[in-house]
């Protein structure tokens, strides 16, 4: 069973950064499109960027410019980089396998206030 485990959220002011982490237990990590997903209470789990195994990458229309993704492979890791935070971003960030669904992790909580 492969094991999601997010980290780097935290409480930063708006206009502020984070970058998060995530790293999947998984033997050939390279080879998988990784996505980065965030929920907010009562509304559904969404995609906002994903990256493939030869590192396109794909950023929601509305984030592109303050989001990015990457990928270090060596470390089967999945990083979303945050920029200009706004409090429109407060939600609980996961990442995960985009084509077939591992079981998700626990998330990581950003909270954007002042």
């Known amino acids: 069973q492969v094991q999601l485990v997010e980290s780097g959220g935290g409480l930063v002011q708006p206009g502020g950064s984070l970058r998060l982490s995530c790293t999947a237990s998984v033997n050939f990590f390279h080879t998988h499109i990784m996505g980065w997903y965030r929920q907010t209470p009562g509304k559904a789990r969404v995609l906002i960027a994903s990256?493939?195994?030869?590192?396109?990458?794909s950023v929601e229309d509305s984030l592109k410019g303050r989001f990015s993704i990457s990928r270090d492979n060596a470390k089967n890791t999945v990083y979303l980089e945050m920029n200009n935070l706004e409090p429109e971003d407060t939600a609980v960030y996961y990442c995960n396998n985009k084509i077939k669904f591992w079981t998700w992790g626990q998330g990581t909580q950003v909270t954007v206030s002042s």
């Open positions: 990256i493939t195994d030869d590192y396109y990458t």
